[in-house]
């Protein structure tokens, strides 16, 4: 059974006070245990104000690198690229952040396989893995569509895959990179970001739910064996 806590902020600036004190004390840690970290930081908006907050942090940046959970297939510098918005907000002076989609792939599922490999070549597994949750239950780029049973139950070496949303999100309607399920529960340190009543119920029900669940985050998180940290502010 997956150990779930659940950690309530009374507010935004409280949530991202946490996540960035969390995210820094697990890359201390990596750090003093294995001389670097690698960290998948999600994207979306929610943890964004916790980025800002982590970028001020007196770490050996150096020794740290960065990944996004999933990427939108779209050129570096398009407003809808999480690793642009990455670099926007959270520019430690040093640190290596590492785009996942190579520059010219002839389809999704050849950039999927280009970010599996780029994974790979990172000191794995994952140091921490932080998700936010979509009001559709998604996280990453698990998303329902033909990829969702790739994404959850391909290969246990997969750590990475291309995904075509169906339907396509509004606010972002491209293919992504994402991790799989696999490249996410076998992080050392998994948390979840997440604001509101909507998607606390959400992820409740999935959780409940398990690996029968509709919504990705229910099937991503069954029969994990880490603790998972879910910071939440209503
Ligand atoms: C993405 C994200 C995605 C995000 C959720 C929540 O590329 O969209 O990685 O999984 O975490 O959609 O986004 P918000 O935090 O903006 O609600």
């Not at 907050?53 to 940046?61: N, V």
């Not at 809808?80 to 002076?93: C, D, E, M, Q, Y």
């Not at 396509?168 to 293919?175: F, N, R, S, T, Y």
Request: net charge negative; aromatic share 6%.
């Amino acid at each position: 059974m997956t150990e779930i806590e659940w950690w309530e902020y009374d507010d935004a600036d409280e949530l991202a006070e946490a996540i960035a004190g969390d995210v820094q004390f697990v890359i201390e840690s990596a750090i003093d245990a294995r001389g670097s970290a690698v960290i998948a930081l999600a994207g979306g908006k929610t943890p964004l104000p916790a980025y800002e907050k982590l970028a001020k942090a007196k770490l050996d940046w150096k020794r740290v690198t960065i990944v996004p959970t999933d990427e939108r297939i779209v050129p570096l510098g398009d407003p809808l690229s999480n690793v642009t918005a990455l670099g926007r907000t959270f520019i430690p002076k040093g640190a290596r952040v590492i785009p996942v989609v190579p520059k010219a792939v002839p389809d999704y599922k050849a950039a999927g396989r280009s970010a599996d490999a780029l994974l790979g070549d990172l000191h794995w597994p994952l140091d921490l893995c932080l998700l936010g949750v979509g009001g559709d239950g998604h996280t990453a780029s698990i998303f329902p569509g033909p990829d969702l049973d790739e994404a959850l139950n391909g290969p246990k070496e997969r750590r990475a895959l291309g995904v075509m949303p169906d339907p396509l999100p509004p606010e972002a309607p491209v293919a992504r990179v994402s991790l799989s399920r696999q490249g996410i529960v076998t992080a050392r340190a998994l948390m979840i970001a997440v604001t509101g009543k909507e998607k606390r119920k959400v992820i409740e029900d999935a959780i409940k739910e398990g690996a029968g669940s509709p919504y990705p985050i229910g099937r991503v998180l069954a029969e994990v064996e880490l603790p998972v940290d879910i910071h939440w502010a209503a």
